[in-house]
Nanobody
Framework: QVQLVESGGGLVQPGGSLRLSCAAS????????IGWFRQAPGKEREKISCISSNDYSTRYTDSVKGRFTISRDHAKNTVYLQMNNLKPEDTAVYYC??????????????WGQGTQVTVSS
């Protein structure tokens, strides 16, 4: 059974850090573009970062550029999102997704179940 499982969310104060993990089972993340998305209450889901299938390219939406870093550990079949200098507006449910057609595509092959990130003092 193919699954993506996110972990690492939680409650953090403004300025703090979290590292989200996206672990795959039932298939390999190698050679698959992986995107991180988030959905805040009352807002549409947005793509915030993506790593290309060959790891050569990473992308970030402007609101997280310079604060978030996406990376991949092939040995662990896991993609990470390091989030630093978190702000209250980063509060959302964070999802990872497998993008078989690449970072520029909108089609998602698999979604994770999501992990809640809350930034509050």
């Amino acid at each position: 059974q193919v699954q993506l499982v996110e972990s690492g969310g939680g409650l953090v104060q403004p300025g703090g850090s979290l590292r989200l993990s996206c672990a795959a089972s039932g298939f390999t993340l190698d050679y698959t573009a992986i995107g991180w998305f988030r959905q805040a209450p009352g807002k549409e889901r947005e793509k915030i970062s993506c790593i290309s299938s060959n790891d050569y390219s990473t992308r970030y939406t402007d609101s997280v550029k310079g604060r978030f870093t996406i990376s991949r550990d092939h040995a662990k079949n896991t993609v990470y999102l390091q989030m630093n200098n978190l702000k209250p507006e980063d509060t959302a449910v964070y999802y990872c997704a497998a993008l078989g057609l690449g970072c520029g595509a909108s089609e998602v092959d698999y979604w994770g179940q999501g992990t809640q990130v809350t930034v509050s003092s």
